[in-house]
């Protein structure tokens, strides 16, 4: 275990065992206009009716109802997260890739969040408002609300669990909680190989920034006011790694750099370029507008492994240690509790290339340590993908969460399995379940640090 890291979950759990922590941020929630109908995007089965709007705080949202409908409402917190003002065009997008609910007979509802960036609890506060916004259509008072995170989302689906799913009066708005590919190790561990891209790529390509460009600290992913956009460091990027053409056209130092990349950081060749996007305008947010300008990240104390010369390479790299203030602040928005009192239930690919496998081992240790271990099932499935892994999957799962809400009983991994195998009938081939496969910690595949 890396050193700090128990003093930090010792912080935040104190954090969270606090009344100040523990009491969901809006006490007193505005009233909404009632959801509009609007036509639903292509993608839908026939027959569902669609509604939206924009809330008090400034989402978008959309809520789809299938023509039959189970009575199930399935609430999505979304994937990202987004930079940048909020967009309906986003929640339209997200309701067509996870069609796959309406066609199953769930009701489906959306957030785009009130703002873009790095920001857990917000998104939390939004997504639990519009479930309180559903609540006002006629005919929509579900019988069971699943909460479904997906990627980054699964982290949003997990706070929004903390702090709405155990109300002291009254029923639990949520039922039971779905996590998708999430990005579940909470901000203060999720992003560390992040850092660790950014000074190994910087070593080997010295173009981010430029030698003739202001030097920065790297942690900070861009500074305030910088103008570089995505395209801009995608022809850097190709400069040096030529990831726009095949690798039998690239030079041998082009070629060279990437294979060390994929040995050091551990990622596949096609998400480098996604991954430095995000180490840098994700990083940017996280500290101009979460940390207060301070350094959430560190990599000091990393031993760099894979390169053709690792001892040049881990004297070369630049070393950074996280500021404890600013760690705290950001830990304190974007980790988990694990203090969740509903059935939580998780699938993943095992070569998931942007949320590691081995992130579900921090979250089962947290869910554990909340004393909410048999309150989660996590399984994990053969897929190569993130966004997506296979229609039957969902569905699958959503029914083995509603039987275990109704009945107490936690199923098997075996047995999410076989449920899954049923549903190929109706919606199609996909399902690669490995019940007995078990994540590695996250040291395994990130090494430990200093923080």
């Known amino acids: 275990m890396r050193v700090g890291f128990r003093r930090r979950v010792a912080s935040v759990a104190l954090c969270w065992l606090a009344a100040a922590c523990s009491t969901p941020p809006e006490s007193a929630p505005v009233a909404e206009a009632v959801p509009a109908e609007q036509a ?13 709007g924009r809330d008090s705080a400034g989402a978008f949202y959309v809520i789809a109802r299938p023509r039959e409908w189970n009575g199930v409402l399935v609430l999505h917190a979304h994937g990202g997260p987004s930079l940048g003002a909020p967009r309906l065009e986003r929640t339209i997008e997200d309701l067509q890739r996870w069609a796959i609910f309406v066609r199953a007979g769930y009701a489906w509802a959306g957030s785009s969040f009130r703002q873009g960036g790095v920001a857990v609890t917000a998104a939390a506060e939004d997504t639990e408002r519009l479930r309180r916004i559903a609540l006002q259509m006629p005919g929509l008072q579900p019988r069971r609300t699943i909460l479904h995170g997906q990627s980054w989302g699964a982290g949003v689906a997990a706070r929004a669990a903390e702090l709405y799913g155990a109300p002291a009066s009254g029923a639990r708005p949520y039922d039971a909680v779905l996590l998708t590919s999430g990005v579940l190790g909470g901000g203060s561990r999720s992003y560390d190989f992040r850092l660790d891209l950014r000074v190994v790529y910087q070593q080997l390509c010295n173009n981010h920034p430029r030698p003739d460009e202001p030097a920065y600290p790297l942690w900070m992913g861009l500074p305030a006011g910088a103008t570089l956009t995505q395209a801009q460091l995608a ?22 750099r990437v294979e060390t990349i994929e040995r050091v950081i551990r990622i596949p060749e096609r998400s480098i370029l996604g991954h430095l996007n995000w180490a840098t305008w994700h990083f940017q947010d996280i500290v101009q507008r979460r940390t207060g300008g301070g350094n959430p990240f560190s990599n000091e104390g990393v031993r760099y492994a894979g390169s053709a010369d690792d001892a040049a390479l881990n004297a070369a790299v630049p070393r950074y240690r996280a500021d404890a203030a600013a760690l705290q602040r950001f830990a304190a928005d974007a980790d988990p509790s694990g203090r969740i009192a509903v059935p939580v239930l998780s699938v993943r690919g095992i070569d998931d290339p942007i949320a590691f496998v081995e992130l579900d081992s921090v979250f089962g240790d ?20 993130h966004s997506y892994l296979a ?10 969460l509603l039987e275990w809400a109704a009945s107490g009983r936690r199923p098997s991994a075996d047995a999410v399995a076989e449920r899954c195998r049923a549903f190929e009938a109706s919606y199609g081939p996909g399902c690669r379940f490995l019940p007995a496969y078990r994540p590695a910690p996250l040291e395994t595949r990130v090494p430990a640090r200093l923080k």
Do not use: K, W
Request: aromatic content about 4%; glycine content about 8%.
């Open 235 to 256: 022809v850097r990027i190709n400069e040096c790694l030529a990831l726009d053409r095949p690798a039998a056209q690239r030079t041998r130092e082009q070629q060279a």
């Open 40 to 52: 639903c995007p292509a993608g839908l089965p026939e027959g569902s009716r669609c509604f939206g």
């Open 391 to 400: 229609d039957p999957v969902y569905p699958a799962l959503a029914a083995a």
């Open 366 to 385: 947290t869910m554990r340590a909340a004393g909410a271990g048999e309150r989660l099932l996590q399984t994990f499935t053969a897929h190569a993908e």
